[in-house]
């Protein structure tokens, strides 16, 4: 079972960069740059997985190994020198190290780097220089060999070396930017999870092996240098007066992916949360005003989760920085948490209501890491999901904190929970843990949970067999598909339940059918928001009496839409619920979760699409953004579906005629009382209307983009996104150089990326050739490529076979530019399959498409 917790886990921990020359591996490295091609290849059992289907391809792995524990770091002493202009750093480590047991080799993880000198000084004794490294590229590891054995107890190490600012969004690298001026600078920034901390310095770069950090950084005295904690000095080189030496406290004992330093050209705002930490919002230069709403929600999400945890933020302050080129969304370090700039940055004028709700969901998400991931880490990545699981759930919590107006819980109903399911219900899914290499003896087992220790601790909390439940979830692939059929026995409703597993390529055939331990909740019709009976289903099937259920009253299970499996009703109950969506007597959620259970059961083949059609009608009267937000999304899929045969305009008809009336209640003018969720349901309303040839709708918009092009009535910002995609749809050439235009003089990051990724709405083949070209070129960021791809993929028939060629013949760029990192994976999710921009909108994707990544791969090949 994913869960959904998959949505945030990336494979890219499990990769590895080798080079392709087996001569070059004892080279020094920097020499190689420019000669080395790399290829990407996956470790573990994870690899082994991906691997089974195309054993004959693929070259022999050695197993892998972690490091061993003779000797760990007790505190790293860091400085490192970046150089802005050449792109390489020169780094010095000091660490304390703890030699356990006598040995004459450290190992230690090293990717990228070249090693000037090394030695081992003793506690009290003379220092031992290294007499060899030895790169083992393949495994990212250096092992240091000395002359003699270094004895047990505490010693410094001490290492010299080079690396490059590479342009991989990963490791130590560059991150291109331009000043107010226009001028082109780079900046030096980190992205260390899950194992990237090794291509900045050497060390132990796995998360167990915990220590403290003293950096140093010695920059150009005109940039802001940041690293987790705060500066406790700063004193002009003594070599060069062009350059500062800006030192920072000591952190407290952590594990290398979540340290974190920053050079560059900042502005930033400042305020402090009731329990006396300092938190800045960092921004491009001249946009501090853009990091105001941020530092909104962080400051009051910081003792929120203060007094939630029960634990005080550790660290005297806290930065927010929006980074130009940066793979994931988001990343966590400690004191330091780099963003995306659309993930941090809002403009009062310029930026959306959705945009506001992800700022604030990413802030939440990452602040709730500084305690889930931070304090507390997982002791491998096995683990790794309690990290991610959490904090994506609890981005909620603050967010229904500091928002009650968004209705934030409803909206993870459709953007977590339905996409979980979806995701899990494919073949290729795996369960939440993933044996990622062996558990060797770790250092200490404080403070570095293991998923059976929180099922432990629930046990015992609840006294319930909350690990028997749990591990049928978390150590099986996928979820079950709860089949209902009821009877009526004078007062009784006799229920009879089985459950087999869910598969979204149809019901699961085989002898084995894997079982759950599935708690069921069932309502009724008397009182639709209250649980009437639970139980614990724990065979394949069972029968349910529920007592005093008059004939009349339906029976609906799984109420508030929290069980995770999908339900098939006979027709009899299905048909006694739909007066329930019709007359809005049930619960958004629960109109929600049978409309996404129905859509889900005809695309697997088990119903008709028909039935689903007709659940849909009984929405006339839905006034809900989220229920129709998951509605107009499952229909963009049946729209896609359809538009390989003969039935496009007729599905085209059923959405104009569907969205209509709420169209024309909502129109397009914000009125008075309106909120959040009132302006995300006009855009997707209009969007909708507009994109399938609503006449009104279009001609509207027609008008609306004509005024803000020609600067007469600037669009606001919530109609920015249905309009362009609109005009786009039923555009021409003029329409898409117009929308280009509008791309390069947007000065914010949200603008360009909401243009883009509706540019592929373009209908002629012609015009759809020059978007993927744009995709390519220099006027997209590196991280936003994938989704102008992918906006193409996903809105035609033409459109997803042109992208799909244009990634083929474009492989070698796109594979070089993205390294096998969860950008490619996203890019083959886009062109594989369909879904609609606001479910794809999440930075990172799901774990098991890098499975896809290897077929493709030889597909392509
Ligand atoms: N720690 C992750 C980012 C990450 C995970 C980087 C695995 C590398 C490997 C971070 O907390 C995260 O989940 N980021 C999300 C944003 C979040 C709000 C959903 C992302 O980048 O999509
Ligand atoms: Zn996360």
Not at 171 to 198: H, L, M, N
Not at 312 to 333: Q, S, T, V
Not at 757 to 762: D, E, M
Request: aromatic share 10%; net charge negative; with cysteine.
């Amino acid at each position: 079972m994913l869960l959904v917790l998959g949505r945030r886990v990336s494979l890219s921990f499990v990769k590895r960069v080798i080079p392709q020359d087996p001569v070059l591996l004892s080279k020094p490295i920097l020499q190689n740059f420019r000669t080395i091609k790399f290829r990407v290849i996956h470790s573990s059992t994870v690899f082994a997985i991906a691997t089974r289907q195309n054993t004959d391809t693929m070259p022999e792995r050695r197993p892998f190994v972690r490091l061993p524990t003779d000797v760990y770091p007790v505190n790293y002493g860091l400085c490192l020198k970046p150089d802005l202009i050449d792109f390489t750093f020169e780094g010095k480590l000091e660490a304390i190290v703890e030699v356990n047991l006598a040995t004459n080799q450290i190992v230690m993880n090293c990717a990228d780097i070249d090693i000037i000198t090394a030695s081992f000084v003793p506690e009290g004794g003379e220092e031992i220089n290294a007499t060899g490294f030895n790169y083992q590229n393949e495994d990212e590891k250096v092992t240091l060999s000395f002359p003699s054995a270094l004895q047990k107890g505490s010693g410094t190490l001490k290492i010299d070396f080079v690396g490059e600012l590479n342009d991989k969004m990963k490791g130590f690298y560059r991150s291109k930017y331009a000043t107010p001026a226009g001028e082109i600078r780079y900046a030096a920034v980190t992205q260390f999870e899950a194992t990237d901390a090794r291509r900045a310095f050497p060390c132990w770069d796995e998360p167990a092996i915990k220590a403290t950090f003293d950096i140093s950084l010695i920059v150009p005295k005109d940039r802001v240098a940041l690293s987790n904690m705060n500066v406790i000095d700063r004193k002009p080189h003594p070599e060069d007066d062009s350059l500062l030496e800006v030192k920072f406290a000591t952190t407290p004992i952590m594990s290398t992916y979540l340290v974190a330093f920053v050079i560059g050209e900042y502005d930033f705002v400042e305020g402090q949360s009731s329990d006396g930490v300092t938190v800045r919002v960092y921004t491009p230069t001249g946009k501090a005003e853009q990091g105001k709403f941020a530092l909104e929600v962080a400051v009051k999400t910081l003792p929120f989760y203060n007094d939630y945890f029960n634990v005080p933020y550790p660290l005297p302050k806290i930065d927010l920085i929006a980074i130009a080129d940066f793979a994931a969304g988001a990343m966590e370090n400690w004191g330091l948490v780099t963003y995306r700039e659309t993930a941090l940055l809002i403009d009062p004028k310029n930026s959306c209501s959705s945009s506001r709700q992800w700022v604030a969901l990413v802030v939440g998400h990452e602040l709730a890491h500084q305690w889930f991931g931070n304090l507390v880490t997982m002791e491998w990545w096995t683990h790794l999901w309690l990290n991610e699981g959490f904090a994506s759930w609890i981005e909620y919590l603050c967010v229904d904190h500091c928002f009650p107006d968004y209705d934030i819980w409803t909206q993870f109903v459709s953007a977590d929970y339905t996409r979980a399911l979806d995701l899990d219900a494919l073949d290729n899914s795996h369960p939440i843990e993933v044996y990622v290499n062996v558990r060797e003896v770790s250092l200490s087992d404080e403070c570095k949970p293991r998923t059976v220790d929180l099922w432990d601790c629930l046990e015992q909390a609840s006294g319930k067999p909350i690990a028997l439940v749990m591990s049928s979830w978390t150590k099986q692939m996928g979820f079950p598909i709860i089949v209902v059929d009821q009877e009526q026995q004078g007062d009784d409703r006799i229920l009879k339940i089985s459950q087999k597993k869910f598969c979204a390529s149809g019901p699961h055939n085989g002898e084995d059918c894997p079982n759950w331990m599935v708690p069921i909740s069932i309502c009724t019709g008397e009182d639709p928001g209250c649980t009437k009976l639970k139980v614990l289903l724990d065979s394949p099937e069972t029968t349910i009496t529920i007592n005093s259920v008059s004939p009349d009253q339906w029976v609906k299970i799984n109420p508030g839409t929290v069980g995770f499996y999908r339900i098939q009703y006979s027709s009899a109950m299905l048909e006694s619920l739909l007066p329930g969506i019709r007359d809005l007597t049930l619960l958004p959620v629960d109109r929600l979760g049978l409309q996404n259970d129905l859509f889900s059961l005809s695309r697997a083949g088990m119903i008709s699409t028909v039935e689903v059609l007709k659940l849909m009608e009984a929405f006339v009267n839905e006034p809900n953004y989220t229920v129709w937000s998951d509605l107009s999304c499952n229909l963009g899929v049946l729209s896609s579906l359809l538009s390989h045969t003969d039935f496009h305009e007729e599905i085209q008809e059923f959405i104009r005629d569907l969205f209509t009336p709420i169209g024309l209640k909502l129109g397009w003018e914000c009125k008075q009382g309106e909120g959040h969720l009132d302006a995300l349901l006009r855009g997707l309303v209009l969007g909708k209307l507009g994109k399938a040839g609503h006449k009104p709708t279009l001609e509207e918009a027609r008008r609306r983009f004509k005024d803000h092009v020609e600067g007469k009535q600037i669009l606001s910002a919530d109609l920015r996104s249905p309009v362009y995609l609109t005009v786009l749809k039923h555009g021409d050439s003029a329409t898409l150089d117009t929308m280009l235009k509008l791309h390069k003089q947007a000065d914010m990051q949200e603008e360009k990326n909401r243009i883009e990724r509706v540019l592929g709405a373009i209908s002629a083949p012609d015009l759809i050739q020059k978007v993927l070209t744009f995709a390519l070129s220099e006027d997209v960021r590196p991280q936003d490529t994938v989704s102008v791809i992918g906006g193409v993929a996903g809105s035609s028939k033409h459109g997803r076979k042109a992208a799909w060629k244009f990634v083929k013949d474009n492989w070698e760029e796109l594979h070089n530019r993205y390294q096998g990192g969860f950008l490619i994976s996203r890019l083959i999710k886009r062109g594989h399959c369909i879904r609609c921009i606001s479910k794809v909108s999440r930075p990172l994707d799901f774990f098991h498409i890098l499975l896809h990544y290897r077929l493709i791969l030889k597909c392509i090949k």
